[in-house]
């Protein structure tokens, strides 16, 4: 089964939620974890990862360059260019390595043959290792300034897939990115069920409406996980959106100070500090994911 | 003249930050703000607007007339996202959700009229007046679409379009292009992080991607009692850029996000935290009033 954990906004404790939830679930299950988030992967440090086993380099990420020697300075190129990432310094033509996208029209539309190459450039890592707690981890990170692809979150769901195949793992758990760009869709894009995890704001509520509408894309059930849940009593509105829309709330977790502890100590907060109120609360939630989804 | 608040880590408090410190700016620029971070954009709820003023925005989308179609296959060989595939006989299928509306199918297509330019909506942008003396524009990519490239940079260029005095972008989360996109043409970048294992290793990210650009870089530390910020000094050092601020975890903070009213308009002794920012951003960027 493959199921994902995502959030729509950052900050909201998706992957610290996910990291206790491994810890929680580890010794009953055979799973790969997969960090999703190859922008800002933070999954290993949360795991106390200090290694990595095996690393592959993503090329097919491709900028266009333009040679000064042989252009004609006609501008045709940054006319056309779809993103503006064309840019005149001292008088020179130049692409934005950084915001290029790499679709090679100013290639195309540039009148002098041979002046503007597309050449392919590294678009980041994809790692392995196997956490201490015995099951392995897949993650990526982007290169800075690389277009946010999902094709890095395709590649590690492809080597997830390879590794459940050698060591006979049964589950893939995915901790998407935030937002609901591209690398959430490669995330909820061909698994069983989405977890959402939420907190009671406006923001977070706004955000994890527009991630739970990606989930209906792929036509995926949906379960709610609402973190911080007491730190803004008058808001019941995350609740009752969920209680509206028929998505299952599988528990909540008080905010306690326990979490950003943990976070600095790379450590799960249910291994941490296993007596905090939020312990307790995310034993609760992975009783009734071991009862309701894993079964 | 514009600067970027922007910060490796989700949810390290980007927003808060951009909107107060844009309120506080106020008194100094004329000024827009322009919320960036088009997958989940906030600075809305934040200042308690609903946003207005709604332009769609549409990238180009080819249509193919079968009828005049050739059958060259010119147009998927030059797809650089494969969005466009061709049966044996050559007749070209478009992928929607592959195609980033580039254009360069059309560009190559030897057959004039054959492909037609359809459109797709992408998301839309909008202009919101704020009670608080200056104007949001926002950009809002549409759930279930994949490229926020586009979204960002048309509405970069309806905040430009506004001419004001300073344009204050919110940046994503991250370091990929889109946050390249936003940051681009800043003379300052206001970094925030927040000082645990995980923000300062996203935070360096940040400060690394203000380097390769040439921006100067200002790091505000939040939630600053919940970690080790001479680790993050350090790191800023690093990039040579400067501990400007560090915000200590506040229930008052919470509480006038909670409320709706802007922290820096309040009479906590946070408010003037923001003021501080914002001097030290005023006496960076010199001019104002």
Known sequence: MQLVIASGKGGVGKSTVTASLLYLLKDEYRFVAVDADADAPNLDLLLGVERWEEERELVGAKVARINTESCIRCGICQERCPYDCIKVIDGDYVVSELTCEGCNVCGLVCPVPGTISLDEVRSGVVRKTTTRYGFPLISAQLDVGRPNSGKLVTEEKEWAKKLMGELGLKHMVVDSAAGIGCQVIASIGGADLTILVAEPTPASLSDVQRAYKVVQHFRQPAYLIINKADFNPGFTALREWAEAEGIPILGEIPYDRAIPRSMSMLKPFVEAFPDSKAADAMREIAERIREEILK | ?289
């Open chain 2, 1 to 289: 003249m514009q600067i970027a608040v922007s910060g490796g880590k989700g949810g390290t408090g980007k927003s808060t930050i951009a909107i107060n410190l844009a309120i506080a700016l106020r008194e100094h620029y004329d000024l827009v703000l322009a919320d960036l971070d088009v997958e989940a954009p906030n600075d809305h709820l934040l200042l308690g607007v609903e946003l207005a003023n709604e332009e769609p925005v549409e990238l180009f989308m080819p249509r193919f007339d079968y009828q005049k179609c050739t059958r060259c296959r010119k147009c998927a060989e030059v797809c650089e996202e494969h969005a466009i595939i061709t049966m044996r006989d050559g007749t070209p299928f478009l992928m929607p959700n592959l195609c980033s509306g580039c254009a360069a199918c059309e560009i190559v297509c030897p057959v004039p009229g054959a492909i037609l330019p359809g459109k797709k909506l992408m998301g839309h942008t909008y202009l919101t007046e704020t009670p608080y003396g200056f104007p949001l524009v926002t950009g809002r990519l549409l759930e279930g679409e994949e490229r926020a490239m586009p979204i960002v940079s048309r509405a970069k260029k309806r905040a430009q379009g506004l001419e004001k005095e300073l344009l204050m972008v919110d940046t994503a989360a991250g370091t990929s292009n889109t946050v390249s996109k936003a940051l681009e043409d800043s003379r300052l970048i206001i970094a925030v992080t927040e000082p645990t294992p995980l923000g300062i290793h996203d935070g360096e990210l940040i400060l690394r991607l203000a380097k390769l650009m040439e921006v100067p870089a200002m790091v505000v530390v939040n939630r600053s009692d919940l970690g080790d910020v001479a680790k993050v000094r350090e790191i800023a050092e690093k990039y040579g850029a400067e501990v400007i601020a560090e915000i200590p975890y506040s229930e008052n903070i919470i509480r006038s996000y909670v409320e709706g009213k802007p922290i820096v308009l309040t009479d906590y002794p946070e408010a003037g935290l923001f003021r501080e920012i914002a001097s030290r951003v005023v006496e960076f960027l010199g001019g104002g009033e």
